[in-house]
């Protein structure tokens, strides 16, 4: 079974500059997260999709963050103009629905650092 | 809100020590408890699992129980190898309003000395 893939891997940008993260999940599921994770703490979530809609944004910087999840399968992430403490890893993760003993499967990360 | 409370590190040990890392949850629901760890320069990894009290997840020789009385998680593993040096995440997991919801701990850094 394929796993989540996540592209580009590594990206280097300039602050004020933009960036894209694309992520394919795991094919049927339904639920697909954005964590974002600072180097040496925990991921926190930054948005939560259940096929295409949102479920959870709370935590997404809005004026800076934005994300969307064509026809319920892949999804991009969007930082627009990119800020110093945007330098993280960004995972993208996917699971079934409806029961919270799923698995909860996560790609290997888009690693963003701003110079 | 959910929340997860890890034993702060980083944690050194020689080859073949007896690990613990402390792993605590405040939830309001009946979460499912995980343990993912994190290799240098990869993803998370799902480690084990426990969706129920009582409940035994293991694993390459790692093992937690959920414990329902003391809201805690920790991790052990008997024998612990170089190869186990990681980042070790506790997490819970829940329904909110049927969607599944995953909340880290801070993580714990493991070095494995030979």
């Known amino acids: 079974e394929a796993g989540v893939a996540q592209s580009p891997r590594y990206k280097i940008i300039e602050k004020r500059q933009s960036v894209a993260f694309w992520c394919n999940p795991i094919?049927?599921?339904?639920?697909l997260y954005w964590y974002q994770q600072i180097l040496g703490q925990g991921p926190k979530l930054l948005i939560q999709f259940q096929n295409n809609g949102v479920v959870d944004d709370s935590q997404l910087p809005k004026d800076r963050f934005s994300a969307e999840r064509l026809k319920g399968v892949d999804s991009t992430l969007k930082i627009q103009p990119a800020k110093l403490e945007d330098s993280a890893v960004y995972l993208c993760?996917?699971?079934?629905?409806?029961?919270?003993?799923?698995?909860?499967?996560f790609g290997e990360g888009s690693w963003l650092t701003v110079v | 809100g959910d929340s997860v409370t890890q034993m702060e590190g980083p944690v050194t040990l020689s080859e073949e020590a007896f690990l613990t890392i402390n792993c605590t949850y405040t939830?309001?629901?009946?979460?499912?408890l995980f343990w993912y760890v994190q290799y240098p320069g990869e993803g998370l990894q799902l480690l084990l699992k426990a969706t129920k009290a009582d409940d035994k997840g293991s694993n390459k020789g790692f093992e937690a129980t959920y414990r329902k009385e003391t809201t805690s998680f920790h991790l052990e593993k008997g024998s612990v190898q170089v190869s186990d040096s990681a980042v070790y995440f506790c997490?819970?997991?829940?329904?909110?309003?049927?969607?599944?919801?995953?909340?880290f701990g801070q993580g714990t850094r493991l070095t494995i000395n030979p």
């Open positions: 993760a996917s699971s079934l629905r409806g029961f919270s003993g799923n698995t909860i499967y």
């Open positions: 997490a819970l997991s829940d329904l909110i309003q049927g969607a599944q919801k995953l909340v």
């Open positions: 094919s049927g599921h339904a639920t």
């Open positions: 939830a309001t629901g009946y979460p499912s």
